[in-house]
């Protein structure tokens, strides 16, 4: 399984991006799917975090500005990014938790990692 994230890239403050996240391979079912940021510098954190269909959370510092969505048919996740603030500037990370087969527990899988650059 491999996921692969886009959509990374430089917005000046107040702007929007979208990340999107693919996963490829096997997969029987998904878990949960988010997304996580790494400052430089700093531990890496939870940006927003979907489990099962429809039941997500937020960071704190994200909520009412991030939002999370997910497909699991075409086992995709995105994240609407908007108003965006220089605090904002990290590596983006989405990952799921996901099981490859029926008879298989459940493993995290991660994305490589998008920069995401908020500047004037």
């Known amino acids: 399984v491999q996921l692969q994230a886009s959509g990374g890239g430089l917005v000046q403050p107040g702007g929007s991006l979208t990340l999107s996240c693919a996963a490829s391979?096997?997969?029987?079912?998904?878990?949960?799917m988010g997304w996580y940021r790494q400052a430089p510098g700093k531990q890496r954190e939870l940006v927003a975090e979907?489990?099962?269909?429809?039941?997500?959370h937020y960071a704190d510092s994200v909520r009412g500005r991030f939002t999370a969505s997910g497909d699991h048919a075409k086992n995709t996740v995105h994240l609407q990014m908007n108003s965006l603030k220089a605090e904002d500037t990290a590596v983006y990370y989405c990952?799921?938790?996901?099981?490859?087969?029926?008879?298989?527990?459940?493993?995290?899988?991660w994305g490589q990692g998008t920069q995401v650059t908020v500047s004037s």
């Open positions: 979907i489990l099962g269909v429809t039941l997500t």
């Open positions: 990952k799921m938790r996901l099981l490859r087969d029926y008879r298989s527990g459940p493993s995290d899988y």
């Open positions: 391979g096997s997969i029987f079912s998904i878990n949960s």
